[in-house]
C-alpha cells in the first residue's frame, strides 16, 4: 500500500531520519522529518498554472506546532490551536528566507509550504527540523526548485561549539545561531549572541556550513529514491530587446534620478521615468507591457550596480564604507518612563520603554508549557514612514520579525531579574524608513531604555550592511538605503556593544555568499557600530541612576518560606488587605521572595512595615503599635506587628479596676502595647497600662507583683487554709494511708454505715 522512501543520519549525537511514501501523498512533495523524538511533518503544493497577470512569486510558508505533540491541552477558552502565534511566525519566516531565493525569477506559480510538528521530546527545537523537511518536501515535490538547503542550530560554550544544543544546554550558552545554507554557500543566519567577538561569529557560522553539508547530502540520496519528474518550465529570458529598448528610452533618466540625494526627489524622478517607459509600450499587447515594467526594475538596477561597483558611487553619494548623519535625543516624551528620537539620515524611530512589575509579564503558553517574559520589544511600520497609503492596524509577519531582531540585540544585555526586578516593554514606531528600521530600533531602544534608568551592562548599536556582487567582483555598502536593499544581493543586520556581538541576521538574493564576503562584511560592520555607538553617546553615555519620577518603584524582601502562609492569609486575606490599606502591589514567590512597587515610596514603605511586622517574631518586653480587633469579657485582642494579636486582659489596660474592657477601648482603636509573656503555644499576653498611650514610653510598674505560684504556701485566711499548710496530716507521713493500701480494703472510710446498695460488688468483698 505505502511506499516508502527513507534516509537516516547520525547527526549531533542523535539519529535524523527523513521519509516519504506514507503520509500526505496527495501533496507534491511530502517529508516526516525525525530528530531525537521531535517529528516533523512538512508537505508541498504548487499551482500548476499561474494566475493572469501576475508578476510575483506568491510562496506562503505556514509553521504549526501542535500542542498534542507535547501532550498538552492548549490553556484559554479555546481549546484548539488558533492564530499563528509569535513563534510560529517567527519559523514560518525562517523557512521562507533561504528558500525563496531559489526559485528561479520568472517562476510565478503559486507554492504554499505547510510544516506541523507532530510530536516534541521537550529537548530538541523543531524549528531546525521543520526547515529541513521544507528543504526535503520540496527537492523532491518537482518544482523548479534550485535546492536544497540544509539548516543547523550552534550553541558556544567554554570556547566550543555545539551542534544542535538542546534546551538546556543552550540556555547555559553564550550562543543560539541558525543557520541555512546549500552545499555550496550559506544562505541565512539568525542568532543571538551574549558579546561573541566577529572570529567568534563567522567560526560559528563556517562550523554549521560544514555540519549542514551532511544534511544536503542526506536530502539528496532521498530524492535521488523519491523524487517526482521536474516541471517542464520554460524560463528562458527573451527580454534581452526590451531592456536594451528601455535604456535607450529611459536609460540617462534613471541614472539621473538615482544621483538625487533627496528620497522624494527621486522617487518623483524615478516616477517620471517609468511612465515615460510604460508610454513607450502603450502599443503593445497587455502581457508585453507587463513584461516591460518586469523590466524596468532590471535596468535600475544594472545601473545602480554599475555606478557602485565600477565608480564606487552610491545613489546619495556616500562611500561604500559611510554611514548618514545621526543625531539622538533622549527624555523626548514627557510623561513616558523613558524615551527618545533616533534619526539616521531618512530613517527615524521614536521609541519608548515602559516599567512594570510582574503582572504585567508576558504569558506565553507554548509546547513547554506556561513561561513570562519579562522583555518585550514591539515593532510598528504604519505606511506614513515611507509615504505611502496602505494598511493600519495589526502587526504583520515583517513586524514580527523586525520586532524580534531588535529583542534578540537588547536582551544579552539586560540586567538580571534580582538586580532590576522590572518588567520591561520597549515600543518602537517607526516615522520615516529609507534604510534599516529595526537597526534604528536597536539604538533609539537602548537610548530609552538608558533614558528610563534600566541598568544595562553596556550600549548597542546596530547597522545593516548590503552586498553588490557580480561574477567575481563585490563590494560591501555600510548602512544601506532601502533601494540599496532593494537592488542589492544582501541584507545583512549587525548590532553589538564594544565588547561585541549581540545579534547578526543575514539573508541573501542569490545563490549564497563566501566566507570572504562575510568576513568583510563583519569587519566592516564592526566599524561601523562603532562609528554609531559613539553619536549615542552624544545624547546619553550611560542609563540614568534615578527613574522617571512616574515610574513605579520596586522593593525587594526575602523573608522565610515558612512565614508565606502568614503573608498571605487564610484565601489571601492578609495579602488583599496589605494591598487595599497601602495602595502599594505584592507580589510574592514560592521561595518567599516579595516585591512591593508602587510609584509613591510611602506606600512602599507602609506595605514593607506591614509585611516585616507579620514574619517578625514578637520580642517580650518590647512595645508595639497596635489596634483593636475585637473586644470580649475578659479583655480585648489587639493586632500588632502585621498578622499577629495579642490579648490584653482587663486588668492590664488600667492601673486601676475596670470592671468592662469597653470602658477603655473600643473596636478599631490604635493602641501602644508591651509584650508580657509568650508561651508554648504562642499566645501572646499584652499590656496598656505600663504604656504611656500617647507617646509609646514605658511606665514603671506600680502595682505589687504578684508572687510566683510555687510560694503561695500560706494564703492565711483561705477558706482552705489547712490544706496550704503543706501538712495533711496522717495522709503526708511517708505516704501511709493505713489500710487503705492494704489489700483494697476502704473500710474505716465507710465508719457512718454500710456500703450503698449500688456500689459493685468487687467493692463491698472483704476479700
Given at each position: 500500500m505505502f511506499d516508502v522512501k527513507t534516509v537516516s543520519l547520525e547527526w549531533g549525537g542523535k539519529t535524523l531520519t527523513l521519509e516519504t511514501g506514507r503520509i500526505a501523498r496527495?501533496?507534491?512533495?511530502?517529508?516526516?522529518?525525525?530528530?531525537?523524538?521531535?517529528?516533523?511533518?512538512?508537505?508541498?503544493?504548487?499551482?500548476?498554472?499561474?494566475?493572469?497577470?501576475?508578476?510575483?512569486?506568491?510562496l506562503t510558508v505556514h509553521y504549526q506546532e501542535k500542542f498534542s505533540s507535547a501532550g498538552r491541552i492548549p490553556g484559554g477558552f479555546f481549546k484548539r490551536e488558533r492564530g499563528a502565534t509569535e513563534k510560529e511566525t517567527l519559523v514560518s519566516r525562517l523557512i521562507d528566507r533561504p528558500v525563496r531565493p531559489l526559485f528561479p525569477e520568472g517562476f510565478y506559480n503559486e507554492i504554499n509550504v505547510i510544516a506541523q510538528v507532530l510530536s516534541y521530546d521537550g529537548e530538541t527545537e523543531p524549528d531546525v527540523v521543520a526547515m529541513i523537511a521544507a528543504s526535503a518536501a520540496l527537492t523532491i515535490s518537482g518544482v523548479p526548485f534550485m535546492g536544497p538547503i540544509g539548516a543547523a542550530r550552534v550553541g558556544f560554550k567554554d570556547g566550543e561549539y555545539q551542534l544542535n544544543p538542546s534546551l538546556s544546554q543552550a540556555a547555559e550558552g553564550r550562543l543560539d545561531l541558525v543557520v541555512a545554507a546549500t552545499d555550496n554557500a550559506v544562505m541565512m543566519v539568525e542568532s543571538e549572541a551574549k558579546e561573541l567577538t566577529e572570529d567568534e561569529m563567522l567560526g560559528a557560522v563556517m562550523f554549521a556550513h560544514d555540519e549542514i553539508r551532511k544534511v544536503v547530502g542526506a536530502i539528496i540520496q532521498l530524492a535521488e529514491k523519491a523524487a517526482k519528474e521536474p516541471w517542464d518550465v520554460d524560463l528562458s529570458d527573451n527580454t534581452a530587446d526590451i531592456k536594451k529598448k528601455l535604456k535607450d528610452i529611459v536609460g540617462k533618466d534613471v541614472a539621473a534620478a538615482y544621483k538625487l540625494t533627496?528620497?522624494?526627489?527621486?522617487?518623483?524622478?524615478?516616477?517620471?521615468?517609468?511612465?515615460?517607459?510604460?508610454?513607450?509600450?502603450?502599443?503593445?499587447?497587455?502581457?508585453?507591457?507587463?513584461?516591460?515594467?518586469?523590466?524596468?526594475?532590471?535596468?535600475?538596477?544594472?545601473?545602480?550596480?554599475?555606478?557602485?561597483?565600477?565608480?564606487?558611487?552610491?545613489?546619495?553619494?556616500?562611500?561604500?564604507?559611510?554611514?548618514?548623519?545621526?543625531?539622538?535625543?533622549?527624555?523626548?516624551?514627557?510623561?513616558?518612563?523613558?524615551?527618545?528620537?533616533?534619526?539616521?539620515?531618512?530613517?527615524?524611530?521614536?521609541?519608548?520603554?515602559?516599567?512594570?512589575?510582574?503582572?504585567?509579564?508576558?504569558?506565553?503558553?507554548?509546547?513547554?508549557?506556561?513561561?513570562?517574559?519579562?522583555?518585550?520589544?514591539?515593532?510598528?511600520?504604519?505606511?506614513?514612514?515611507?509615504?505611502?497609503?496602505?494598511?493600519?492596524?495589526?502587526?504583520?509577519?515583517?513586524?514580527?520579525?523586525?520586532?524580534?531582531?531588535?529583542?534578540?540585540?537588547?536582551?544579552?544585555?539586560?540586567?538580571?531579574?534580582?538586580d532590576f526586578p522590572y518588567t520591561i516593554r520597549v515600543l518602537s514606531d517607526i516615522t520615516e524608513s529609507n534604510g534599516s528600521s529595526s537597526m534604528a530600533t536597536v539604538c533609539g531602544g537602548c537610548l530609552s531604555m538608558m533614558d528610563a534608568g534600566v541598568p544595562i551592562e553596556r550600549p548597542v548599536s546596530g547597522i545593516a550592511m548590503g552586498l553588490i556582487l557580480e561574477g567575481d567582483e563585490f563590494a560591501v555598502l555600510s548602512d544601506i538605503l532601502g533601494d540599496e536593499d532593494h537592488l542589492g544581493d544582501m541584507d545583512f543586520k549587525v548590532a553589538g556593544t564594544s565588547a561585541g556581538i549581540t545579534t547578526m541576521q543575514m539573508d541573501i538574493k542569490i545563490a549564497g555568499i563566501t566566507r570572504e564576503i562575510m568576513a568583510q562584511a563583519l569587519r566592516q560592520a564592526s566599524e561601523g557600530r562603532a562609528h554609531i555607538l559613539n553619536e549615542m553617546t552624544k545624547a546619553l553615555g550611560s542609563a540614568r541612576t534615578e527613574l522617571s519620577a512616574h515610574a513605579p518603584r520596586i522593593e525587594t524582601i526575602q523573608i522565610d518560606k515558612s512565614k508565606i502562609r502568614e503573608v498571605i492569609g487564610t484565601g489571601g486575606k492578609v495579602i488583599r488587605e496589605i494591598v487595599a490599606e497601602t495602595g502599594a502591589k505584592v507580589d510574592i514567590d514560592d521561595e518567599g521572595l516579595i516585591k512591593i512597587s508602587s510609584s509613591d515610596t510611602a506606600q512602599i514603605e507602609a506595605a514593607k512595615k506591614w509585611i516585616l511586622g507579620i514574619v517578625e517574631e514578637a520580642e517580650v518586653g518590647k512595645v508595639y503599635d497596635g489596634k483593636v480587633v475585637n473586644i470580649v469579657d475578659f479583655g480585648a485582642f489587639v493586632n500588632f506587628m502585621g498578622g499577629k494579636d495579642g490579648l490584653v486582659h482587663v486588668s492590664e489596660m488600667r492601673n486601676e479596676r475596670v470592671e468592662k474592657p469597653t470602658d477603655v477601648v473600643k473596636e478599631g482603636q490604635a493602641v501602644k502595647v508591651k509584650v508580657l509573656e509568650i508561651d508554648q503555644r504562642g499566645k501572646v499576653r499584652l499590656s496598656m497600662r505600663v504604656v504611656d498611650q500617647e507617646t509609646g514610653a514605658e511606665l514603671e510598674d506600680t502595682r505589687p507583683a504578684r508572687e510566683p505560684r510555687s510560694d503561695r504556701g500560706d494564703r492565711g485566711s483561705d477558706r482552705r487554709g489547712p490544706r496550704r499548710d503543706g501538712d495533711r496530716g496522717p495522709r503526708r507521713e511517708g505516704g501511709d494511708r493505713g489500710p487503705r493500701r492494704e489489700g483494697g480494703d476502704r473500710g474505716p472510710r465507710r465508719e457512718d454505715g454500710p456500703a450503698p446498695d449500688h456500689m459493685p460488688a468487687f467493692l463491698k468483698s472483704d476479700d
Open positions: 496527495q501533496a507534491n512533495g511530502a517529508v516526516l522529518a525525525t530528530y531525537g523524538e521531535t517529528v516533523v511533518l512538512c508537505a508541498v503544493t504548487a499551482a500548476k498554472s499561474v494566475k493572469e497577470g501576475q508578476d510575483f512569486f506568491p533627496d528620497k522624494s526627489a527621486r522617487s518623483n524622478a524615478l516616477n517620471e521615468a517609468r511612465a515615460k517607459a510604460k508610454a513607450a509600450f502603450s502599443d503593445e499587447t497587455p502581457q508585453t507591457q507587463m513584461v516591460a515594467m518586469k523590466t524596468m526594475k532590471k535596468v535600475e538596477a544594472d545601473i545602480v550596480r554599475t555606478a557602485i561597483l565600477k565608480d564606487g558611487q552610491r545613489i546619495d553619494g556616500r562611500t561604500t564604507t559611510q554611514v548618514r548623519p545621526i543625531e539622538s535625543i533622549v527624555g523626548f516624551l514627557p510623561r513616558t518612563h523613558g524615551s527618545s528620537l533616533f534619526t539616521r539620515g531618512e530613517t527615524q524611530a521614536i521609541c519608548t520603554t515602559t516599567l512594570g512589575t510582574k503582572d504585567a509579564e508576558q504569558m506565553i503558553d507554548g509546547l513547554d508549557g506556561l513561561s513570562y517574559q519579562r522583555f518585550m520589544l514591539h515593532y510598528n511600520f504604519p505606511p506614513y514612514s515611507v509615504g505611502e497609503v496602505g494598511r493600519f492596524g495589526a502587526p504583520g509577519r515583517r513586524e514580527v520579525g523586525h520586532g524580534k531582531l531588535a529583542w534578540r540585540a537588547l536582551n544579552p544585555v539586560l540586567p538580571s531579574k534580582e
